[in-house]
């Protein structure tokens, strides 16, 4: 009896000294690591970071990617946009995202793939990254920041979306120089109805389309931090339109000397719209629908009916009765 209980002692003694062993050597594997581990709570300034460089990792993906700054290292995930993952470790998220493009799980992977490969080749060459250090964990045990990245083209996540290979949705932030979130989340909705009326990326892999990419020039957006001396948020040509609405002229008043009224919405046919079918414009002739609702309708399909319009967020009885009867 004497021997067992000392041979399971010494055992004992010699698992809480290897277990002692493994919790200094993780502890030194973090105080090595090179990114801000005090930053978790985020700046409210602008950390404007350039001359960025992409570090080749297994790990990165169209969205997320190591970066180095200097001497320093970093992980960002990108505001605003959502690349399809490159494998099937999240399952579920995975088929969001291929429900979103209306492809299958493993086309979506695809998607995935082709969007890392574009983010590599546009990470080619230095950029700039914007950042609060706020934290983007997610489900990574490593600490990632959100950012802006800005190639030589301009924003990374708008040519994402624009070439179909990333969906509107995530985190949203003001970007720098702009007064809201909704100016950006209004382009990039322009822009990936763009790619899906193109039927490229995952809105054309299934009929061999997933690399073809966007043939309309576009103009990606360049931030600036609000400075004095310094534009805000200036475009990459001069041909594109302003973030901030120009004053309308004001409506000529009729012979009754009352002011004319727009006539747009009215003039749209009751019963007509094919809810699987119609673009974002069509949709935003109907009352009540705007270009936010527009997306999250032509995201939900394909419908059984417009009876399934009351599944979409956002609408509910009295947004229902109102937009219903535009609908086949």
Same mark, same amino acid.
């Given at each position: 009896m004497w021997r067992k209980a000392s041979t399971c002692d010494f055992a004992i003694a010699r698992l809480r000294h290897l277990r002692r062993k493994i919790g200094l050597l993780a502890l030194a594997v973090v105080c090595a690591t090179p990114v801000e581990i005090g930053a978790r709570d985020g700046s409210k300034d602008w950390i404007v970071l350039e001359n960025c460089r992409l570090i080749p990792n297994p790990a990165n993906d169209g969205d997320s990617f190591h970066v180095s700054a200097g001497a320093k290292e970093y992980i960002f995930r990108l505001y605003l946009v959502d690349a399809p993952e490159t494998d099937e470790m999240t399952p579920g998220r995975l088929v969001e995202q291929a429900k979103y493009f209306g492809i299958s799980v493993p086309q979506a992977i695809e998607v995935g793939q082709a969007a890392k490969e574009f983010t590599r080749e546009k990470l080619s060459q230095p950029f700039i990254a914007f950042t609060h250090m706020s934290d983007a964990l997610g489900q990574s045990r490593l600490e990632r920041f959100y950012a802006f990245v800005q190639t030589k083209e301009g924003d990374l996540g708008e040519q994402l979306v624009r070439n179909g290979l990333a969906?509107?949705?995530g985190f949203k932030a003001v970007p720098p120089g702009l007064k809201n979130s909704g100016i950006e989340s209004e382009k990039l909705q322009q822009l990936e109805e763009e790619a899906r009326q193109e039927k490229i990326g995952g809105w054309g892999v299934d009929v061999g389309r997933l690399n073809v990419r966007a043939q309309k020039p576009t103009p990606f957006s360049v931030f600036v931090p609000a400075e004095k001396g310094r534009p805000r948020a200036t475009p990459t040509s001069p041909s594109i339109r302003?973030? #901030?609405?120009? &004053?309308?002229?004001p409506i000529p008043p009729d012979d009754s000397g009352e002011p004319r009224k727009s006539?747009?919405?009215?003039?749209?046919?009751?019963?007509?719209?094919?809810?699987?079918?119609?673009?974002?414009?069509?949709? #935003?002739?109907? &009352?009540g629908i705007g270009h936010v609702m527009a997306a999250r309708i032509i995201a939900a399909r394909p419908f059984r009916s417009a009876d399934d319009l009351k599944r979409v967020s956002g609408i509910g009885d009295k947004k229902y009765d109102q937009i219903r009867p535009y609908f086949q």
């Open positions: 969906r509107v949705f302003s973030s #901030t609405p120009k &004053p309308t002229a006539h747009a919405k009215e003039k749209t046919p009751l019963g007509k719209i094919d809810i699987n079918t119609a673009t974002e414009k069509e949709l #935003t002739t109907v &009352p």
